[in-house]
């Protein structure tokens, strides 16, 4: 079974690769416009592919691999029509991500970014205006992998931990679960609320003046999973209300250089850096072998996504 791999995960793991059965060809995706010799693999690991080659014409291919969690670059309709599994890599980034949100909101009630104002100043100055994070109520909005890892972490700094999913169902480490129709129950009682929710066509927007209206005054809000969950342009007319805002997604990135949101005090923005860890390939590729094992043995990956249309 040939396997075309867009992504190098070192001599160690594609030897194990090579060991299940396959024949591996090793191509950056920079590549492959450059080759004609991809068009009759049987397995395709890859990130964003799909816009180098002409995918009609893979003719063998049954079984596509992603990099990523989400999966808006994939050819949807032509994966469906002809059956083709697809997998993505839905825990391999949820540690990373869970602790940079431990320390986004740590950064907040720490007033980190005026400390390193003043570093950089050369001034030594007490700031007495320090909160805690013991005792405050954090909520998820997406109760998934990277919520469940946070949750987890925070529940060390004696949280409560509140959770947003579509049924209200209880999830592990989650003191209380909310129905995504029972939004607003959840905004207007957390000192802390992380949006965590898929780019779907029912959270386009969702946070929004509505939604920033309700929120608590000198809350803090992050948006850390999909930059469409949020109206930038209502959140620049509230921002003030809140003690912080954390964004590392927005909608179109990078974020307009003409933004408000880059000149307030109170927001930190960074380049949808949160996923980065220096054990993101180890993870991957653990991912990888898994599934690719199962589909050779068996014929079906170990897991893939059930209903692709459904957005994540």
Same mark, same amino acid.
């Given at each position: 079974?040939?396997?075309?791999?867009?992504?190098?995960?070192?001599?160690?793991?594609?030897?194990?690769?090579? =060991?299940?059965?396959?024949?591996?060809?090793?191509?950056?995706?920079?590549?492959?416009? !450059?080759?004609? =010799?991809?068009?009759?693999?049987?397995?395709?690991? %890859?990130?964003? #592919?799909?816009? @180098?080659?002409? $995918?009609?014409?893979? +003719?063998?291919? +049954?079984?596509?691999?992603?990099?990523?969690? #989400?999966?808006?670059?994939?050819?949807?309709?032509?994966?469906?029509?002809?059956?083709?599994?697809?997998?993505?890599?839905? %825990?391999?980034? *949820? $540690?990373?991500?869970?602790?940079?949100?431990?320390?986004? &909101?740590?950064?907040?009630?720490?007033?980190?970014?005026?400390?390193?104002?003043?570093?950089?100043?050369? @001034?030594?100055?007490?700031?007495?205006?320090?909160?805690?994070?013991?005792?405050?109520?954090?909520?998820?909005?997406?109760?998934?992998?990277?919520?469940?890892? *946070?949750? +987890?972490?925070?529940? *060390?700094?004696?949280?409560?931990?509140?959770?947003?999913?579509?049924?209200?169902?209880?999830?592990?480490?989650?003191?209380?679960?909310?129905?995504?129709?029972?939004?607003?129950?959840?905004?207007?009682?957390?000192?802390?609320?992380?949006?965590?929710?898929? *780019?779907?066509?029912?959270?386009?927007?969702?946070?929004?003046?509505? @939604?920033?209206?309700?929120?608590?005054?000198?809350?803090?809000?992050?948006?850390?999973?999909?930059?469409?969950?949020?109206?930038? @342009?209502?959140?620049?007319?509230?921002?003030?209300?809140?003690? #912080?805002?954390?964004?590392?997604?927005? !909608?179109?990135?990078?974020?307009?250089?003409?933004?408000?949101?880059?000149?307030?005090?109170?927001?930190?923005?960074?380049?949808?850096?949160?996923?980065?860890?220096?054990?993101?390939?180890?993870?991957?590729?653990?991912?990888?072998?898994?599934?690719?094992?199962?589909?050779?043995?068996?014929? &079906?990956?170990?897991?893939? &996504?059930?209903? &692709?249309?459904?957005?994540?």
């Amino acid at each position: 079974m040939k396997i075309l791999i867009n992504r190098n995960l070192g001599k160690e793991k594609m030897k194990a690769i090579e =060991d299940l059965g396959y024949e591996i060809l090793h191509i950056p995706e920079k590549n492959l416009k !450059e080759n004609d =010799d991809i068009y009759d693999i049987d397995v395709w690991f %890859t990130y964003y #592919g799909f816009e @180098k080659v002409d $995918i009609s014409k893979m +003719k063998n291919l +049954k079984y596509i691999h992603l990099t990523s969690t #989400g999966y808006d670059q994939v050819p949807i309709d032509y994966i469906l029509d002809n059956n083709i599994y697809l997998s993505n890599n839905t %825990t391999g980034y *949820a $540690i990373p991500m869970a602790e940079s949100i431990v320390m986004y &909101i740590l950064e907040v009630y720490k007033n980190a970014k005026t400390m390193f104002e003043n570093q950089k100043e050369h @001034k030594w100055k007490i700031d007495m205006s320090f909160g805690e994070l013991a005792g405050k109520k954090v909520g998820f909005l997406g109760t998934g992998n990277i919520a469940k890892e *946070a949750a +987890k972490r925070l529940k *060390a700094f004696d949280c409560k931990i509140w959770g947003l999913n579509t049924n209200g169902r209880d999830v592990e480490n989650f003191d209380k679960c909310y129905s995504t129709d029972n939004i607003n129950d959840l905004l207007k009682e957390c000192d802390v609320v992380v949006g965590l929710m898929p *780019a779907t066509n029912k959270t386009n927007g969702l946070i929004n003046k509505e @939604k920033f209206e309700i929120m608590k005054e000198n809350s803090i809000f992050l948006n850390i999973g999909r930059g469409n969950l949020v109206n930038l @342009k209502d959140l620049e007319k509230y921002v003030d209300k809140f003690r #912080g805002v954390v964004l590392d997604v927005v !909608e179109n990135e990078p974020l307009d250089e003409n933004s408000s949101l880059w000149d307030s005090k109170n927001v930190i923005i960074t380049p949808h850096n949160s996923w980065v860890s220096d054990q993101n390939l180890n993870r991957l590729g653990e991912r990888l072998y898994d599934n690719l094992k199962n589909y050779m043995e068996k014929g &079906i990956p170990k897991t893939y &996504i059930k209903d &692709i249309k459904r957005g994540y």
